[in-house]
């Protein structure tokens, strides 16, 4: 049997903070829905945009794996780990929190607002040393095919997070078909339209929506227009 | 409303002191800390706790530990893993499990 949950643009909570834009598919900070919660391990997934020059200040986290992914404009993360680093689109961050780090994330550019991805997902394993990486990967290797940014083990391509998930970035021309096979049978797969207009087994997306699917070992994926897409495989339980 | 009594176990003391100050935020939550099992131990029998967070440091069986002890001492307690470290996820963990999440 094969469920799914949509959750289009639109029905993301939004959170206008003046320096910071916030669109988020789940429940996040002071907004709430028991029926927006997570999608297994996948627990936040926000689309932020923070003004020139801004950004989040000195604040901790534990136990929880986050991964940042710039689509436009210019990030600056520093941590107590003693890590500085720049991330730009064509990068992926991941941080897992462990037993706890602090961090901040800024706009490294005064007046270009810089809009990016920010994830986390429950870990599989609780209290592990934190961690900081980021990593570079080639646009071109996404084209009409699916780029893995992110999966659990360390040899693999990618970052690596404490979780048995795997995220892939594509981008398909208008008219591309293309199956996407589970790594691990009964994981669910939640695809996130970056830009663009899309078909997962026949529900159609668009630009910012969200699709979390069980399905039973591929999904169809065909772009009805040029299509940029984040698609994120998660256990249900872990 | 009355005040909802929260028990804070965490072994990190700035993240245990960020979460306390994120549920005193609220206007009907009274946060306590503790920052190991033995402190979570008296803060139970001295305190009338409706609900507890289990942070940072505290391991599988600690935390099967904390919930025997208060299923025991009152079923209606509510024991919650807390993840994230900060007011990110710290406000809905709290508001669905007052729901019965």
């Known amino acids: ?238 | 409303m009355s005040q909802i009594n929260i028990l804070a176990i965490a072994n990190h003391p700035e993240i245990l002191e960020t979460i306390i100050r994120l549920i005193n935020q609220q206007e009907t939550w009274n946060g306590i800390p503790a920052g190991s099992a033995e402190e979570a131990e008296t803060v139970l029998r001295l305190n009338s706790i409706d609900l507890v967070l289990l942070g940072v440091g505290v391991d599988e069986e600690m935390g099967e530990r904390i919930v025997s002890l208060c299923q025991s001492m009152d079923p209606r307690i509510v024991c919650l893993r807390h993840f994230g470290g900060g007011s990110g996820l710290l406000y809905s963990e709290i508001r669905h499990a007052l729901a019965g999440g």
């Open chain 1, 1 to 238: 049997m094969k469920n799914s949950v949509l959750h289009p643009a639109a029905s993301r909570f939004y959170a206008d903070h003046g320096w910071l834009q916030s669109a988020q598919t789940f429940s996040f900070h002071g907004n709430y829905d028991p029926q927006r919660i997570q999608f297994g391990a996948l627990r936040v997934l926000n689309d932020d945009t923070v003004n020139g020059g801004k950004g989040f200040g000195r604040h901790p986290h534990d136990n929880m794996e986050i991964i940042s992914i710039p689509l436009e404009g210019t990030l600056e993360h520093e941590d107590s780990m003693g890590n500085v680093a720049v991330i730009r689109p064509g990068e992926i961050q991941v941080m897992s929190a462990g037993t706890g780090i602090y961090h901040t994330e800024f706009n490294k550019d005064a007046d270009v607002p810089v809009t990016f991805l920010q994830i986390w997902l429950y870990p599989d394993k609780l209290n592990v040393p934190p961690r900081y990486d980021q990593r570079e990967y080639a646009s071109g290797d996404r084209h009409n095919r699916f780029q893995q940014i992110l999966s659990p083990d360390p040899d693999d391509e990618g970052v690596w997070i404490q979780q048995k998930a795997w995220f892939h970035l594509a981008e398909f021309d208008m008219g591309f078909e293309a199956k996407y096979e589970l790594k691990i049978a009964g994981n669910g797969m939640y695809v996130f339209v970056i830009k663009g207009d899309v078909e997962v087994d026949g529900q159609t997306l668009s630009t910012r929506d969200g699709y979390g699917i069980w399905p039973e070992s591929t999904v169809s994926i065909t772009a009805k227009q040029n299509s940029s897409l984040l698609i994120i495989e998660v256990p249900e339980k872990w």
